[in-house]
């Protein structure tokens, strides 16, 4: 009687396709695949959800900051009244021309004005990478996932489909329910590296043409500035 409930519950479980049964049932290389798989996913998320909304914040910031930076106020009053403000990028990027533009003052001559705009672009470039680095910032992760990905679950596919092959030789049987677990696993994993990689690779994109929108951003407000600070250089020199 025992015998025949340990069969009967044996069968069960073999017939039981639910996805925690699948991992169940896994061997232990495709179990590690699907946990690899996983963690990726959800580590991808936490990234896609944060970068939606740092660049969202980002954005906003620039248009405040923008308005602020057209609304007719001296370069020195609004790089006093960004002291004690939130630091954004722009921000970031309007202060250090400022700090290197400061740097000159008291000591800008007609002379220097050769000089002074040189070393304000150079800070300006340099400002720009600098957050141009911090907004890419573990894109490359997600570029990796949607890259490698697809390969791990696969290598995950083969692994169990080699299983199934040698449970056939073992019991010498081809009915399809001898290999179906296994080629049900096989393809689970399979599953969760693409549901690993599509949502990575479409975040990647989408976050690169972000960053490629906000650098042009940048870079059109830095030669604005630049232009602002030669103008106001010269018109400082001839006096």
Known sequence: ??????DQAAQLAATDFSLWALFIRADIVVKLV???????SVMSWSIIIEKIMTYRRVRLQAEEF????????TLQNIY??????????????????????????????KTEAGAIIPSIE???TNAVAREMEALESRLLFLATVGAVAPFVGLFGTVWGIMNSFQAIAMSRDTNLAVVAPGIAEALFATGLGLLAAIPA?????????????????????????INLMARQNNAQGRG
């Open 66 to 73: 923008e308005a602020l930076f057209w609304s007719g106020e």
């Open 122 to 124: 150079r800070a300006l």
């Open 80 to 109: 006093r009244q960004l002291a004690s403000g939130e630091a954004s990028p722009s921000v970031r990027v309007f202060n250090a021309a400022m700090r290197e533009w400061l740097r000159h003052d008291g000591n800008r001559r």
């Open 1 to 6: 009687m025992d015998t025949v409930n340990i």
């Open 34 to 40: 699907m946990i690899g798989l996983i963690v990726a």
């Open 201 to 225: 690779v479409v975040a990647y994109n989408a976050c690169a043409a972000s960053v490629q929108r906000f650098a042009s951003r940048l870079d059109h407000f830095a030669d604005d500035l």
